[in-house]
Nanobody, 117 residues
């Protein structure tokens, strides 16, 4: 059974930084890809950033230049460094992971990020 556990959310002022972490367990030796979605109040869940096991990355236009993503395949972990945070970044951030063999997608429980003066 695959399990993803996120940490690092919290309250930060505009212009501040946070680093989200997600550690996976279960499943195969590594994931095909991992990343982060977010869901803002009243809106659909949207992709923030993703990274493949080969290191290819993708970002939402709204976070390019401010967020970076990194991973550690052997530790089945993914990290999201968020800089220059804006109030519109306020959301629940969800970690996801895709299995190599089955392509199944798994989700973490979510971590709240609030950007407010």
């Amino acid at each position: 059974q695959v399990r993803l556990v996120e940490s690092g959310g919290g309250l930060v002022q505009p212009g501040g930084s946070l680093r989200l972490s997600c550690v996976g367990s279960g499943g195969g030796s590594m994931f095909a890809n991992m990343g982060w979605y977010r869901q803002r109040p009243g809106q659909q869940r949207e992709l923030v950033a993703g990274i493949s096991r080969g290191g290819s990355t993708k970002f939402a236009d709204s976070v390019k230049g401010r967020f970076t993503i990194s991973n550690h395949n052997a530790k089945k972990s993914v990290y999201l460094q968020m800089n220059d945070l804006k109030p519109e970044d306020t959301a629940v951030y969800y970690c996801y992971a895709g299995e190599v063999d089955t392509g199944a997608i798994y989700w973490g429980q979510g971590t709240q990020v609030t950007v407010s003066p």
